[in-house]
């Protein structure tokens, strides 16, 4: 208890005390940040029950989610664990409000349960809290309260016993009160303000939701009212539709009517109706009766007379009488009848007629619509034809502009080949030539020397005599056999250097093929399944093999080759290709400045004393400059003054001057004042010092004056004669070449030179020599790997360089540099050149300049910041600064002398500085004077030259007999050191041609056999499912049960529904089981040739086929890889012996016959891959190696050795060099060999289960096809062997089935429906049923992850008449285009996380800082990844072209021990790159102050208390990105403002360093998601420190104290001047806080600087009363504090305030010291925009190959001396 209330009296404290205790001791599942965040759910709750193992089944019950009912879940298991589970016994109560509020994340809540959970488990784990544990009950120290304590006392305390067990945990709890209720002040507070928050984006939620509903409203009424418009149209279409289809239909209702009406008046009309009388109405049946022949008009009848009877029967029976008899009537109906049918006949053959002309007018309606449609079909199916014709066309004019490009390509190649082979002839007959003649003049040598010695024989004779034989032989074989038959015998297969050396020339004419592009070669490198070989990724880097199985191959290889098995593998080829591939540099052409003016000299130091600077006093320079014009007749060019000359040219009135030199500055300087630019470019400014220096060579002339006759002739004193201008002897330029833009400029101007170090490597040798380096990495190589060719040239170089350069080639300027010898002496220079009047202040015009006119600019660049400063400190570091670049540029121009200004001591006397350094340049400029002899002295050195040369042939004619006599006693031995140079630079070409013809065969063929392999695979899975195809057709296929069953059918009973017993059942019973005898066989007979298919695919050779081509495509890739060691070793053994090498045979492996099992496959791969292993050459030398590098033959070697002359040659102490390089090599083709063997052999495992897979699927098959055969048998057996086969119905047999209609074709006998039926059935049944089967389709084995190949082949490959080494044959073109890689040209967010993270792991997450070798191993680490094609996407373009020595140099450039920076600032140097990559300019002093006013403003929403801090006052995100820091600048995103608030906030804490999350992918470029945000905060001071970084010490000091200083410091005035803190002007000038303390150098304490301070503030007033002025305001301020010493002791030095005066304070000494020792820190670094400019930087832009090969220097505007002239001077 004790231990506890001790341990909660820390107050604030105990949240780390926890925090400690859950991630250190408990280490929960995830790391606990935030309790109320973390713990809101119960699930780390639950967990740490069961860490305690006071919960079992955690993990089935717990649930890490946030959702309430899985809050709720967790929390309820707690509750019963705690109250009366396995956790009861803690004494623990948790309440539903508790958990409502640790649900709630309220501040505080968790924490208490946390702390009581902590408290009860280290109890019961015994273990005490912290502090010393005490016996016996709880006691609490007593000890005074304050008000806030009594009151908690009267209110938890005083109403408790003291035993009671609530009294000590209200005590101990009362702090955690305490700070729970101060935190929920402060959750309240933050709650309002989210309250406020919430609402103000609720409202502006809804007020954009509701703009977006009424945008929305606005165009659903547009468009309802468009489909409004759109429906009335419709509706108005229609209802003219049908309205016109309601008049058609009242028309024919019309027509109908009128028709009926037209019906009835003609029946009316024939039926007599429409006469209105109705007695008439009879006449209709009158009329019918007389059509059908009854006349029943009033005369109708006989003529008989009327009968007149007496009486009714008298009248009955005459009527009965004159009526017709029976027959007549009879006679009479029949006639009737007939003319009645024939009406009716000829009534139904109209109707026929008029049908038949229906049917036809229809038939022909149909026939035009047909007919319609039919040629709407064609006109279709032309235009689709047409159409089709189109494209075909432009598809084949595109194919034959392809191949006509091709064509052209390949004539282009041709000729370029051609002419190589016509120059390469030309050449080769050159070297014949001088052979030749030096043969000659050796033979006659010797000739001379014999017949000297009186020993000439006929055949010298014969051979002096004739010309002709001196051709046959040109080498003086025949003259060294007469002079030694033994010694000098010609061997067979030997020859001399100078013989090797041509043939070897031949043989690289004759061997020249064609070398791929690199563009090619890069598409080869960039397609996918070249690339996942090449790089090992993939499939490729699964198979590859171990180390210690490569080494183990390796070794074995070794045991082969009788080499050392032990032997230790050292790459060294990368380097060899570098120096092979190196692009030479652009020889430096002679300077267009007059002979007689060299040398020009250039002076420049630091403006602290030494350079042009400002100041009562004069810099050393100038006075140095001054002296040597007196002294040599030189004069002094100051650039600025020539700047301000032309100018002043410019402006005069318009009148061209007829001298060139001076129209050309008059240009010059138009351009410059018409240009609107600030700064003058450093070009233009290099041309006006280039044409101010052919002006003084060649001054203008005098204008001819032409005389008036008419004039009299005056005494001469009205006229004013101008002196002629004295032509100096030479220029001094003061001041000039201080900065590497103008010294690039000047030697470009002067002698197009172009350094490395402002160059892009884009040429075609760089692109080859990066393609190069996929095959052989040079960043691998440990130490020095350079090889011996190298070495030699360089030591030629050296040797060149050391020897006294030829006037021609004399540099045309130099340049002497002052320094100061320290950096003390610089310091105290600095310091006295501030106290000189007038060095605070700006540059003054000239006093020439017209009133209101601009006065000409500075050049950009240095010129123009040291023209800005007035503080010396800055001029001092703007010039330090500038050094840093400008030495290594000028190092190889072998052109500047450094000279330190300091006493020399003369023997006992000293020199002063200034008479050291004025004596030291005169002896440098009188030995690079170059004086104009005289015709006499011309005359005597021509003379004295004959002499000597005279002198230097008889020494040589006394050395060559002297080396004849050694000739006959002695063989001679060829030097290797007197080769001429042609012969090396011949071998470097052929070695160089080798490897990139080696290199593009192996890129191109091993895309080629990519395609083969892909295309293998392919036809693989095709044959395999043909194969499958044909199998399942035969097997398919019918037989003859069909026929047999049709032949039984016919002889088979139609009734069998006979007795069981009787003989007709037993007859049909032995014909139907033989009928299925017969079925079985046939079946039988089917199954035994399906087999047998199965067997003859299975050993038919398609698995056997294709391994066979497999192998032969891992062979070819494995010969070709054997190819490559071999032309690496070739080069490397020519590369350290300088031996020409013959071509290796390449091992060949003969391809299996026929390799079926998988075991046999795996070994064949494994032999293979070890003869590739063990093939040629060895890597140590033997007795041909040492005879070849000793260039002797046997017959000599034998001499020699006889003698003991052999010595061991220069270039066998190069072997142990060169057996671990080529060691190396063969372990990659081990590796390589393997990989392919492993891969092949997992493409055919995986093949083969293909293969087997598919027949095994043929096997069910068969078993499915031999069922369906049984079922069908006995299905039809028992269809035959049903009763019943005859029907009431008798028919004849019509319905049968077509098979027995086909098979029969006379009659068949009658039977009933049902028999028939049943023999159809019987003969269907017989059939078996088609196999609802599915074919296995094997999936394509991919050659690469990403699928199938991109692109076709190269065309070169393709056009080359000859195979790549170690390849069969090429694949045909495809006719894809090949996968463009998208080409970075700058840093994306990604790489830069990238870049950071490796920071972090080289240990800046601990301080913040790398040193110079760990940035440039970071960078170089990217940039070689990017150079070798393996991740192109961790570096830009622009950096990956760029030499090392720019990266060293942009390291060295971010460290500046002298000025305080000791280290680099990750921070600063990430800043550095974004704002250059992303042309992002820095922000001005005007945002960053604006910036500051809204932090301090009540938008910031930061707190009183908070802004009390300031600068210290942390700034989160959100904050950060509405301060005002870029308004002005659209390439500042969002994104790319919060990667840089992200990147500021990672150091913010050096122990701690928080990185940023990795960003989406193509981030701020437009595309990806959202950018992840921080929670982390920075502080001001920080985000000032970084950002107001100035150009200079003084101008960041001076921004700093704007940014930093509080706010009240700038309220002062004049008269009462506000006062600041020591301690905060120590802060910044030191960089305290703001930088990390890593980099930081040793700065003095707080009160030494304040005690310096405040005795320089002391000084001043009587400073200012001694020169006779008025003491400053600014400094009375200050004395009550300093002057009162008496009246208490001295406040310390935190407290210690001075009155604040930027102008004031800046000019103290102690203030410039600290700037001096200091300043970098508060400046801004310009290595990266200077070495990697990207468009806006201050750098210049860096030139191309193709820019550097057109520069052009400047020509000389001095016209040739005319005739008049010369004869004039003569």
Known sequence: GVSASVELGKGSGMSKLILDWLNQEVQLSKKVGAFERDFANGYLFGELLYKHGLYSNFEDDFVDQSSMAAKRTNFDLIKKSVSGGQASNLGIKITDAQVDEIMDEDRGSSLKLLYQLRRVLKKKDGTALSGPQEAGPYRLDRKLHGEHEEQFFDQKIRGLRPIDHRYPYEVHTKHFVDEHTQQLNVARQKESKAAEDLKDRVQD???????????????????????????????????????????????????????????????????????????????????????????????????????????????????????????????????????IRET??????????????????????????????????????????????????????????????????????????????????IAQEEAWERLKERSRADRTLRLSEKEKMGGATDQFKEEESSDEDDDLDPMGFKTTAALDSTSRRSHPGTASTGVLG??????????????????????????????????????????????????????????????????????????????????????LTQARLPEDFLPIIAISGNPAGLGPGRGSSSSLGSSLADRLCQEFGYAVIRPQEVVEECVALSRKPPQEPDWPILARMRELGKEVDSSRQPGLPPSVYAEMCFRKIELLSSPAPKPVEEEDPKAKKGKGKDKTETAEAVRPKGIIILGYLSEMQQHASWEAALRCFSSPLLQLLDSEEDKKARMGTVLAPFWIEDGEARPVAEAREADGAAEEAAEPVAEAAAVPAQLIRLQHPDEETLRQAILQQATEEGAWDLPVPAASLEEGATPAPYCEGFEQDLALSSCPVDRAWLYEAAQVFVRPFAEPLHCTTEMKVQEVADGEESIDAVEACFRQARDLIASWQRPVPSEEQAEAQEAQAEDA????????????????????????????????????????????????????????????????????????????????????????????????????LRSFPLKHNAPVSSAQNDEMEEQLQDLTDRLWAHANQRRQETVEERERLLKGGFWEDRVATNLRLAHKLQVMELSRFQTAARILREAYTQVAEDKFDSASVAEPERLSELEDIAQWLDGSAERMASAAPSGIPDINDKRLASGLSPVEEELAEDSHQLAEPLQMQHWDELGPAICAERLGLARRTRAVAAWTYSRLAEMRKQYDEAFARMDEWIRFRVKEENDAIKATATLLRKPSWEDEDMATMSGTDSLIRKSSKKAVAKMSSGAAKRRLESLKAIVPHTLDVAIYTPPKLEVCSAGALQGSISAATSRQGSNPPGTAGTVGTQASATKRIEVIERWSQDMLWGLLLRFLDLGAGSTGVVSPQQLQQVLLERRHAALGYEQEKVAPLSWVQRPEDVYGLLCRSMLEPAWGATAVDVTEFMLALIHTEYQLAWPSLEALEQARGFIESEESRLTADTLAEYPDVPLSEELFMKLPLWSDEPACTDDLKQWIFQVLQCFEKEADPSPPPRPPSRRMSGDGGAMPRSSGTL???????????????????????????????????????????????????????????SMVAPAPDLATFCAALLQEAKGEPSAAAAKGKAAPKAKGKAAPVEEDTDAAPPPPPEEVRVAWSSEAVLKRPSVLGALCSHGALLCRRRGVETLFPQGGGSGKPLMTASEVAAAVELQSLVPPPSVEVESAEE
Not at 357 to 384: G, I, P
Not at 557 to 565: N, T
Not at 1597 to 1602: A, E, N, P, S
């Open 1579 to 1637: 502080t001001a001071r920080r985000l000032f420190v970084y950002l107001g970084l100035g150009r200079a010490p003084a101008d960041g000091f001076q921004r700093m104290t704007r940014l930093l200083l509080p706010s009240a410091a700038f309220d002062g005035t004049e008269e009462t001047p506000a006062e600041v803190r020591v301690q905060d002007l120590w802060t910044i000038l030191f960089s305290c806080k703001g930088r990390p303390t």
């Open 949 to 1048: 040369a005279k002198e230097e042939d008889a020494q040589a004619q006394e050395q060559g007999e002297a080396e004849i006599e050694k000739a006959e006693d002695t063989v001679l031995l060829p030097d290797m050191e007197d080769e001429p140079q042609g012969r090396k630079m011949a071998d470097k070409e052929e070695m160089r041609s080798s490897w990139l013809q080696s290199l593009s065969s192996y890129l191109l063929g091993l895309r080629s056999i990519m395609i083969e392999v892909d295309n293998e695979a392919a036809n693989y899975a095709i044959e395999l499912v043909n194969v499958q195809r044909r199998f399942l057709d035969f097997l398919q296929q019918p037989d003859e049960k069909a026929q047999v069953m049709e032949e039984f």
């Open 344 to 425: 009716k006949q000829n009534t139904d053959i109209a109707r026929k007629e008029r049908e038949r002309r229906q049917h036809r007018v229809q038939v022909e309606q149909q026939a035009t619509t047909a007919s319609v449609e039919e040629k709407k079909r064609e006109d279709d199916l032309l235009a689709w034809l047409l159409e089709d014709t189109a494209q075909y066309r432009q598809e084949a004019s595109e194919y034959e502009l392809m191949l006509r490009r091709k064509e052209a390509q390949w004539q282009q190649r041709e000729a370029k080949q051609l002419a190589y082979a016509e120059k390469a002839a």
């Open 502 to 587: 041509q043939e070897a020339a031949m043989e690289a004419v004759d061997a020249a093929v064609e070398v791929a592009s690199a563009e090619e070669m890069l598409a080869c490198v960039r397609e996918p399944a070249v690339a996942e070989y090449l790089f090992a990724r993939g499939a490729w880097g699964h198979f590859r093999p171990s180390e210690d199985s490569a080494l183990e191959t390796l070794k074995r290889a070794l045991d082969k080759l009788q080499e050392p098995s032990e032997a230790i593998a050292a790459p060294r080829l990368g380097s060899v290709v570098q120096w092979l591939c190196k692009a030479p540099q652009k020889p």
């Open 205 to 339: 939620f809804r007020q954009e939701r509701h703009e977006k509903m009424r945008v929305s409203r606005a165009a659903k009424e547009h468009e309802k009212v468009k489909g409004e418009i759109h429906w009335q149209g419709v509706q108005e279409r229609k209802i003219k539709m049908m309205e016109k289809d309601l008049v058609f239909e009242k028309e024919m209702i019309r027509r109908d009517r009128q028709r009926i009406v037209d019906i009835r008046n003609h029946y009316q009309n024939d039926c007599g109706l429409s006469d209105g009388n109705e007695a008439e109405g009879i006449g209709w049946f009158e009329r019918n009766l007389q059509r059908i022949g009854i006349d029943t008009s009033e005369h109708a009848g006989t003529n008989a007379p009327a009968i007149e009877a007496k009486s009714l029967k008298e009248l009955h029976e005459q009527m009965i009488e004159r009526m017709p008899t029976k027959a007549q009537l009879q006679i009479e109906s029949q006639k009737r009848m007939a003319k």
